[in-house]
């Protein structure tokens, strides 16, 4: 069995009074999920997970929570994927898909997130990570 690991993070923008939540959809597929991708040798699980997300979207982002969740599945026989995902924050209004294999990247509005993920194991993060989000004590600005 082979194993892959990936980081990413769903990043969540205030603007006034709206929250939206950073999503892809793939090229293949056109599943809709949070931006992640292949740790490098060498490289922590933040740093791939900050890297990852600026490659995908060309959105900087900041990790200020202690949220981690990892999912664990099967992406073809033989081959075990597990991805880390982590709590993270912007500012910046602006994104841009990676060109290749995503398709299109988008601020979802936080309370319609949920029913666009495609897959379940990103529904079960997603809820994770909005149940961490209301204990923050900082007010995102």
Same mark, same amino acid.
């Given at each position: 069995?082979?194993? %892959?690991?990936s980081?990413g #993070? $769903?990043?969540?923008?205030?603007?006034k *009074?709206?929250?939206?939540?950073l999503?892809?959809?793939?090229? +293949?597929g056109?599943s809709?999920?949070?931006?992640?991708?292949?740790?490098e040798q060498?490289? =922590? %699980?933040? #740093?791939?997970?900050l890297?990852?997300?600026m490659?995908?979207?060309? =959105?900087r982002? +900041?990790?200020?929570? *202690?949220?981690? #969740?990892?999912? !664990?599945? &099967?992406? =073809?026989?033989g081959?075990? !994927? %597990?991805?880390?995902?982590?709590l #993270?924050?912007?500012t910046e209004e &602006?994104? !841009?898909?990676?060109?290749? %294999?995503i398709?299109?990247?988008e601020?979802?509005p /936080?309370?319609?997130?949920?029913?666009c /993920?495609?897959h379940?194991? *990103? !529904?079960?993060v997603?809820?994770?990570a909005?149940e961490?989000?209301q204990h $923050?004590?900082?007010?995102?600005?």
């Amino acid at each position: 069995m082979n194993w %892959e690991k990936s980081c990413g #993070a $769903l990043v969540v923008r205030r603007e006034k *009074d709206n929250y939206y939540i950073l999503m892809i959809r793939h090229k +293949a597929g056109g599943s809709r999920s949070f931006p992640k991708g292949h740790m490098e040798q060498g490289e =922590s %699980e933040y #740093a791939t997970a900050l890297r990852e997300v600026m490659e995908e979207t060309s =959105s900087r982002i +900041a990790i200020i929570s *202690d949220f981690r #969740a990892t999912v !664990k599945y &099967s992406p =073809s026989p033989g081959v075990m !994927k %597990e991805v880390v995902y982590f709590l #993270a924050f912007t500012t910046e209004e &602006s994104i !841009k898909a990676r060109e290749g %294999e995503i398709a299109e990247v988008e601020w979802v509005p /936080l309370e319609k997130a949920e029913n666009c /993920l495609t897959h379940e194991n *990103d !529904k079960t993060v997603f809820r994770a990570a909005m149940e961490r989000m209301q204990h $923050l004590s900082f007010e995102i600005k």
